[in-house]
């Protein structure tokens, strides 16, 4: 598990006991604070930062924007050639208009077959009514068999038309209606392909940087610019895996900056990426500054200690006084087995075997 240590206070005074030369070899332990911490590093992102790519392939003719500038969400960054994508567009759109034209032929049709529609119904009508009163004659002998059933035919042909009649005016109804839809529906996918060339900005912030120059082939794999909130910073932090057990939301972290160099900023932990990088075996996690620094730009680095604890009044020794993280010597060659708990760069906590008033040696190299 890899710790780092900040800070361990001194409560009351060592108690020195030796001269001057005897003063590193011969202590006694004292009472201090002792904070526990998780290493951690990264960097500094702006609240929201992504990397723009296009969804098209092409030349990138013009950068609309320029770095540093504050852009808002929707507006055009960059324009990407887009001549055959001009030309796709304006062929569904005469594909679109022709469809139209077609389409008054086909609602005159339309109307001509409502027509036959309404005829076969009227004459299914007439025959039907004929056919149930010569079914009412046939039971007194009335009419011959023969006529009978000639009569019987013909109803059942005009029922027969009538039903294909439907049919068909029901077919010529979503022959226009699919022409229709499908002629749009093209038209607005080319014109949407085309508004793929002219990428835009997803969010409002600020451009950070732009990473590609006029003239060059883009593809959608190309990062073209990095954008962010404007003024608003965070903190992206690994955490190795072994101490991620540690790390909770709401803790305090110690952040140090390359940038300001000697001073230590305060953060809070308020996210935690629950899945381990592979690569790196690190955790990922995000924190913000109690207070942000004075001025920030994003992928500064940074290095922190996420407290994992902090204990207050221990009795402590400094590590080198320390013999295999269990024996300290009570003379020049005795030892005796101490417990220890928490333990910073420079001291550590003495749980058990060891009093205040003792002189424990510093042991020989």
Known sequence: MRYSYLFSFVLLSTTIISCSKKDSEEIQPKLGTITQSVYASGVIKAED????????????????????????????LFQIESDKAALNTENARLAYQLSQESSRYIQDKISDMETKVQMAKDKLTLDESVFKRNKNIKQYGGISEVDYEKIELTYKNSKSNYESSLKQLSQLKIQLKNEQSQNNINLKINEKSQSDFTVKSAFSGELFDVLVKEGT???????????GKKNSFLLELDVDENDMILVELGQKILVTLDSYKGKVFD????????IMDERSRTFKIEAHFDVLPAKLYPNLTAEANIIIQIKKNVLTIPKSFLIDNQFVLVDKDQKRKVKIGLNDYQNVEILEGLKAEETIYKPKK
């Open 49 to 76: 930062q992504y990397t723009l790519f296009s969804t098209v392939s092409g030349v990138l003719q013009k950068k609309l924007v320029l770095v540093g500038q504050t852009i808002s969400q929707g507006q055009s």
């Open 217 to 227: 082939l883009v593809t959608p794999q190309t990062p073209l610019a990095v954008i």
């Open 267 to 274: 953060a809070t932990v308020d996210k935690i990426y629950p």
